[in-house]
């Protein structure tokens, strides 16, 4: 199985996303930046509603335009989420290759 380390390719992504959700736990890419990648699901970021609608052990996976922000927030992201794990999306947004899938 997929290791759930602090940053993924998208490739470990899509990976752990099949893995893990044979398990039954999901693994949801968030769109931090309002933003949504082309031909990927993922939801807004919310604390709130991703607290209501995910359940505990969920493994977050956050992005931004290149993936540097998203490293250096990923700290700040584990401490509102201390039940899920969190994780950066290696090269965030601009690196997302839409026919992998």
Request: glycine share 8%.
């Amino acid at each position: 199985m997929t290791e759930i380390k602090d940053e993924w390719t998208q490739e470990e992504f899509l990976k752990a996303k099949e893995e893990y959700g044979k398990k039954g736990i999901d693994v949801v890419l968030v769109d931090t930046i309002l933003n949504p990648i082309e031909g990927a699901e993922s939801v807004t970021y919310n604390p709130y509603e991703m607290k209501k609608n995910y359940k505990e052990g969920t493994v977050f996976v956050f992005y931004y335009d290149t993936g540097k922000e998203t490293k250096e927030r990923l700290d700040e992201f584990k401490k509102k989420f201390p039940s899920y794990h969190c994780v950066s999306l290696k090269g965030g947004r601009g690196y997302w290759r839409k026919y992998r899938r």
